[in-house]
T-cell receptor, first 110, second 115 residues
């Protein structure tokens, strides 16, 4: 069955450092992968989409890589700030729906 | 920019009652998705509609039904409510290409509490 795993439920890092979150999947051949941010009690907010033919994508302090051989995506936040503290979800398309990973709760310590 | 609107934001019901959640997608978006998120859980896909037709079905209980209307808003009807239905219910919309899942824009959610 299809499965999405995100590394560690919680990740604490110091302000200014780079946060790296991992998303691994099995039994998928996605055409693209997405990353969302979710704050407590709020809906997920779309951050980045990376397609299978793209190795890397950047948006401001965010960088996403997509390795279809390893079946893995890495999500990096550089120069992290306390305001980056949130849960980050990766999501893969399946037919006309998205399946989300369980998320990684990131806390950036001042 | 206009976002996805959901109403009500909070809803408290008793067991075995009925609830109706409403979703108004971003203008010109033709696809609506419903998700359920329990405490500490990731969003679980329930059902989606593309151009007013049901396009995909996930883990939606038989007690729930949904539809998309001519103005593209959608309603999720939940009957015979159970304690386990207490959760955040999110609606998302997208501009689908032939109904293919793409970037989804989520609403603020409806928090349903069943007592």
């Amino acid at each position: 069955s299809q499965k999405i795993e995100q590394n560690s439920e919680a990740l604490n890092i110091q302000e200014g450092k780079t946060a790296t979150l991992t998303c691994n999947y099995t039994n998928y051949s996605p055409a693209y992968l997405q990353w969302y941010r979710q704050d407590p009690g709020r809906g997920p907010v779309f951050l980045l989409l990376i397609r299978e033919n793209e190795k890397e994508k950047r948006k401001e302090r965010l960088k996403v890589t997509f390795d279809t051989t390893l079946k893995q995506s890495l999500f990096h936040i550089t120069a992290s700030q306390p305001a980056d503290s949130a849960t980050y979800l990766c999501a893969l398309p399946s037919a006309r729906q998205l399946t989300f990973g369980s998320g990684t709760q990131l806390t950036v310590l001042p | 920019a206009a976002g996805v609107i959901q109403s009500p934001r909070h809803l408290i019901k008793e067991k075995r009652e009925t609830a109706t959640l409403k979703c108004y997608p971003i203008p010109r978006h033709d696809t609506v998705y419903w998700y359920q998120q329990g405490p500490g859980q990731d969003p679980q896909f329930l059902i989606s509609f593309y151009e007013k037709m049901q396009s995909d079905k996930g883990s939606i209980p038989d007690r729930f039904s949904a539809q998309q209307f001519s103005d593209y808003h959608s309603e999720l009807n939940m009957s015979s409510l159970e304690l386990g239905d207490s959760a955040l219910y999110f609606c998302a919309s997208s501009l689908g290409t032939s109904g293919v899942a793409d970037t989804q824009y989520f609403g603020p959610g409806t928090r349903l509490t069943v007592l």
